[in-house]
């Protein structure tokens, strides 16, 4: 019971490693989004996007402002009065001090801006959206790297499973060659050109494997995860994306764009509007309020307060034909784009056509080459051709399968790049 119990977890355990081991092209995509260094600016947009907001509200708090002054001036203001003209005597007009000292403390309120803060803060959160979007966009284009990177690792892998099997073919041969050689059947030429095709066959695997390494080892830095000889490359279906929306990431930074630009409108309409506020000074100097005493005093002042800046009326039409100038570029960008994609969209569709079509005859092809090369493995035997002529054959059977192979993996790797114009 308890070895059944035992060979239960293992078999378990195989069956759990192996899903481990599958990697699938969606999740390079996810993962290699979640790696790259960029991500962590959306946390970073976000935290500036708190400060800058935070900053914009206390706008609304009472604002406080202090200042002093000492100053020593040539002259001072007296009254022109001479009191002993009129006959009076021993007494005199005081005058102010040529030095003169004083400090205030102004404190505003804003009861109302024309609503310039709150177009203030419309501005900055349409500016970090248009800096998430940007974020967005790049992320986005990992997909086309990751597409690259696993359909040629697929591509590596299916011709290195099938050259190990031209090796097998061309191994069989040599053997049989060389027995032939024995029995006088064939000769020395005819071993070596098998034996040729062999040892290039081996080059070619050694190849196919580097190229292989390589490719994993990039894919394994971006998507932030080890991935070793156990893993299995799972092969997606060749299915078009029959959507022909576009829905990429783009677009939803051309429409952030467009949405910053008018609330920078919303901006100039703000800066047209009167200030009304409350305000209150207390100051210490001398003189005080008093411009007739010489001593220095306490003294304040309070009240509402109107501000109308006329200038910016000057402005407002050129700053608004600005703005739409711009707005029209950014929907110029939309369009340039949209034509873009389109045409990448009938390139690629015309790409699978194609691919498509080829496929409808590789598997003849490679029928038909395998019946010639097991006819010419056949006559070979009775000695009516040369070793060349079936290295030759051989070789066109392998060809054709090659074919098959990038036909396929080019077929899928269009699909995924038309995906990836739509995001679809």
Known sequence: MK??????????????????????????HRKAQANYPLIKQYDLIEKTKQYSLANANKGYLPQ?????????????????????????????IPSLSKDQYGATLDVTQTLWDGGTIKSQKDGLRAAAEVDRKNVEVGLYALNERVNQLYFGILLADARIRQNRLLQDNLAQNEDRLRSYLHNG?????DLDAIRVDRLKAIQQNAELVNTKKSYVA????????????????VKPEAVRPLDPSVKRPELGLFDAQIGSLEAQYRQIT????????????????????????????????????????????YTRKNSRKIIRAKINAVEQQRETFLFNTRLDMARKNGEIDQYVEQLKYDDEIIALRGSVRR??????????????????????????????????????????????????
């Open 3 to 28: 070895k059944q119990l035992v060979v239960s977890l293992l078999l378990v355990g195989m069956c759990g490693s192996s899903a481990r081991a599958q990697l699938r092209i969606e999740d390079c």
């Open 64 to 92: 406080a402002a202090f200042s002093g002054k000492a100053t020593y001036q040539s002259e001072v203001t007296e009254l022109p009065i001479d009191l002993s003209r009129l006959g009076i005597t021993g007494v005199s």
């Open 185 to 189: 059947m064939a000769g020395q030429a």
């Open 218 to 233: 990039m894919l394994s830095l971006l998507i932030g995860e080890e991935l070793g000889e156990d893993t299995e490359w």
């Open 270 to 313: 703000a800066g047209l509007m009167p200030k009304v506020g409350l305000f209150a000074t207390g100051g210490y100097g001398k003189p005080g309020l008093n411009m007739l005493d010489n001593n220095a005093s306490a003294y304040y002042l309070g009240g509402i307060r109107l501000t109308w800046k006329i200038g910016n009326f």
């Open 375 to 424: 006819a010419s493995e056949a006559r070979m035997a009775n000695g009516t051709i040369s070793g060349v002529d079936l290295a030759r054959d051989i070789n066109a059977e392998q060809m054709a399968i090659e074919d098959k192979i990038l036909h396929e993996m080019q077929l899928l790797l269009t699909i995924y790049n038309l995906k990836f114009a739509t995001n679809n």
